[in-house]
């Protein structure tokens, strides 16, 4: 089993910054895929960004440039660096491992972009 928390979530101005931090709990195996999406009011959740077993990592180009993803093993944390925040980053964004029979996922953390 494969617990996932998120943490970091919150109210910023457009142009503002934010960390978001995913640590997991249970058997996590260094193979694993880590990823964060997001989910807006009235949407289907999205992929914004991946970090690979092999130390490979992709954000989604909506968000490139603007956003990093990075993880610490030791921690089994994954984390998503957010600057230049713009309000249709406005979402739920949801920590998630894929495995082979079954997805994990995290409670979600709110982020909310506004004047």
């Known amino acids: 089993q494969v617990q996932l928390v998120e943490s970091g979530g919150g109210s910023v101005q457009p142009g503002g910054s934010l960390r978001l931090s995913c640590t997991a709990s249970?058997?996590?195996?260094?193979?694993?895929?880590m990823a964060w999406y997001r989910q807006a009011p009235g949407k289907e959740r999205e992929l914004v960004a991946t970090?690979?077993?092999?130390?490979?990592?992709n954000v989604e180009d909506f968000v490139k440039g603007r956003f990093t993803i990075s993880r610490d093993n030791a921690k089994n944390t994954v984390y998503l660096q957010m600057n230049s925040l713009k309000p249709e980053d406005t979402a739920v964004y949801y920590c998630?491992?894929?495995?082979?029979?079954?997805?994990?996922w995290g409670q979600g953390t709110r982020v909310t972009v506004s004047q």
């Open positions: 249970g058997t996590i195996l260094s193979i694993d895929t």
């Open positions: 970090f690979n077993g092999d130390g490979t990592s």
């Open positions: 998630n491992i894929p495995r082979w029979d079954r997805q994990y």
